[in-house]
């Protein structure tokens, strides 16, 4: 048959008719659709089937650690709001405080023991120090501000202090205080205890020989 014939004939039945006549019915079967037994069972499904050669993998997000401390996200440091929002952590402290001191007056055979406790009351009478010394540094830093602040109001130029004048006015507090608590004379002669061991340490050795 020609070519001429073939288009002729095409034209004639139709394309489909001529393909099915020419090729053969070359449609699969179909397939009977997978029910479930029960609709509450999830499908089966064979696990014989093979993957896709590209599959698509849900990415698994990486953790990212950060420290609270230093990241932007946990906002800036206030030392004021701190103190407000955890004030309860110092009851609890001045809490355990008092039940340390309780115990150490009824341990009296075992001495580790009693050194141990003596050793944490310590430590938390100088946590205790610290945080009230910071408190009264940060009241006189608000109160020097407050006054720099009513001067500017009156036309007058406002003074900003320097760290080290910062640092003889706690100086001369921290004396008037130890001298109303009367341990001024104590503190004083363990300074100066303090400064000759210094001293000492700075001489040669064979000063320290003859010193001895």
Do not use: C, W
């Not at 001495?111 to 120090?129: D, I, S, T």
């Amino acid at each position: 048959m020609s070519f001429e014939d073939i288009m002729q004939l095409q034209n004639k039945v139709g394309t489909k008719v001529y393909n099915e006549v020419a090729y053969g019915n070359n449609k699969r079967p179909e397939t009977s659709k997978k029910k479930r037994l029960n609709k509450n069972r999830p499908m089966e499904i064979s696990a014989k089937k093979p993957a896709p050669f590209l599959r698509q993998v849900v990415p698994v997000r990486k953790p990212t650690l950060r420290d609270p401390r230093f990241d932007d996200l946990s906002g800036e440091y206030k030392p004021e709001i701190f103190e407000k929002t955890y004030k309860f952590i110092n009851d609890i402290k001045h809490q355990e405080k008092e039940v340390g001191g309780k115990q150490l007056k009824r341990t009296t055979k075992s001495n580790q023991r009693k050194e141990k406790l003596q050793f944490l009351l310590k430590r938390m009478e100088n946590q205790e120090r610290a945080r009230k010394s910071r408190e009264q540094q940060r009241e006189r830093e608000l109160q020097f501000k407050r006054q720099q602040r009513e001067l500017a109001n009156q036309g007058e130029r406002p003074f900003f202090l320097k760290k080290s004048e910062k640092k003889k006015l706690q100086l001369a507090e921290k004396y008037q205080e130890l001298k109303k608590s009367g341990k001024l004379e104590n503190f004083l002669s363990k300074k100066r205890k303090r400064n000759a061991g210094k001293d000492r340490r700075k001489l040669p050795q064979q000063m320290q020989k003859k010193a001895a």
